[in-house]
């Protein structure tokens, strides 16, 4: 099986098999554009993966490696209705996203549509969606730790003591 050598944005080498590789379909088109997904030699290029960590870049490459013989899901505009749908999420990716903070699982679904990795982009999707549903907007923020938009109140405040202030000088 010919080995593909990944460079993650901080410098970071991962060597991995040509079928894990392949999950990503950025990487599985690299591969062969170039004329590579047979490479056999022991002079194996380096792939940068300039968008994607040494951290978020191994964990990929993990999940990868246990879904490697998963039949990819389809694309959302081949479905005929356009609604999204509830994507099941197998036992060993709720275990595997559990370990993750907010932060980390934001940054794996970014890596994985950059790296076009359909399962994977799915099922943290849905991680996340799972995390909301059923929750209030406030719920929510606290959930993310997202700051709670200003009011109308709060910025007639703030323009108000900003117009006083400017009107003692």
Known sequence: M??????????????TDADT????GTIKNMLEDCGLEHEEDHD??????PHVNSTILKMILTWAKY???????????????GKMEEYPICEWDAD???????????????AANYLDIRGLMNSACQTVANMIKGHTP????????IPREPTEKDLYEN???????????
């Open 2 to 15: 010919p080995l593909v050598r990944l460079e993650s944005s901080d410098g970071v080498v991962f060597d």
């Open 21 to 24: 590789a392949k999950c990503s």
């Open 44 to 49: 194996h290029p380096i792939i940068p993966v």
């Open 67 to 81: 879904h490697m013989n998963d039949v990819p899901p389809a694309k959302d505009a081949d479905k005929k209705d």
């Open 96 to 110: 595997f996203f559990s370990t993750v903070d907010h932060g980390t699982l934001f940054e794996l679904i970014i």
């Open 138 to 145: 406030e719920q929510i923020r606290l959930i993310f730790n």
């Open 159 to 169: 323009h108000s003591v900003g117009s006083s202030d400017s009107e003692e000088n």
